[in-house]
């Protein structure tokens, strides 16, 4: 009898030892299930191409993987018919801008030039979103016609039938281009033109990652030309391409 309190109070202290123990196992648990949530999440990689430069390399490449047709390497572009801006220029702001945006809304972005003095062909472009593994590559351009009255955005992709990529590739690209062209339209209200599938673009044929290029509108159009080099303008093309990046990730 005179044992018993000794008796309960080593009790006492076992459980409260095994119970802190127990509790410091649930802790460690629950902090390790939120670092894999973190490690799992899914960080969208985009690589973005501002279209030409102002500086080309010479001399041509394979039209793609295999083919005996050849194309330059890349070329100089259009430039503004009003603003007499260059191509590569406008090109080149858009797409920096564009990774800020989509860099804020959680994707780990990369150019494949930050600057008009790298001479960088199609293919050697294509090969850096392969490189990164891109799960969207955004190719940025503007458009020229004979008509100055022509106007609108497009964007382009790869055939249902391409020789170069394969048929699941081509249908990514195609959705790509879609939901890109939608949202662009929408949020700039310029004329949606379509998506143009075509085999006969080197910097599409190359990639082995969903691909598209967006035209944003005519330079050859002396009011979308100056529209296009306004800053509230630009603000809504790089909401409208982000948007459609982010509805094809969905």
């Known amino acids: ?3 018993k309190p000794k008796f309960l109070l080593l009790i006492l202290v076992m459980a409260i030892i095994t119970f802190s123990w127990i509790n410091s196992i649930d802790i460690h648990a629950a902090e390790n299930k939120n670092n894999l949530k973190k490690e799992d999440a899914f960080v969208p990689v985009i690589v973005i191409d501002p279209g030409h430069s102002g500086k080309i390399p010479s001399g041509t ?41 989509l860099e804020s809304m959680g994707c780990k972005v990369y150019l494949t030039r930050s600057n008009n003095k790298k001479a960088i ?7 850096i979103a392969n490189k990164k593994k891109a799960d969207a ?17 497009m964007t382009i992709c790869t055939t249902a039938n391409s020789p170069y990529v394969s048929s699941k590739l081509s249908k990514e690209n195609k959705k790509l281009s879609t939901k890109v062209l939608n949202a662009y339209v929408k949020a700039t209200g310029c004329k949606k033109e379509r998506v143009w599938r075509t085999d006969t673009m080197s910097g599409n044929n190359w990639s082995k990652v969903p691909t598209t ?38």
Request: proline share 3%.
């Open 137 to 153: 590559y955004i190719r940025i351009h503007a458009n020229s016609s004979s008509s100055s009255s022509t106007h609108g955005a």
């Open 213 to 250: 290029i967006i035209e944003m509108g005519y330079m050859s159009n002396p009011a979308e030309d100056r529209r296009m080099q306004k800053k509230s303008y630009q603000k809504k093309m790089v909401q409208g391409i982000a948007n459609g990046v982010m509805n094809y990730l969905k």
């Open 1 to 3: 009898m005179i044992r």
């Open 121 to 127: 062909s199609n293919k050697e472009r294509a090969k």
């Open 61 to 101: 490449e394979r039209l793609g993987p295999g083919s005996s047709k050849r194309k330059a390497k890349c070329t100089s572009g259009t430039e503004g018919i009003s603003t007499r801006v260059p191509e590569y220029k406008l090109n080149l702001t858009i797409a920096k801008l564009l990774k800020k945006k």
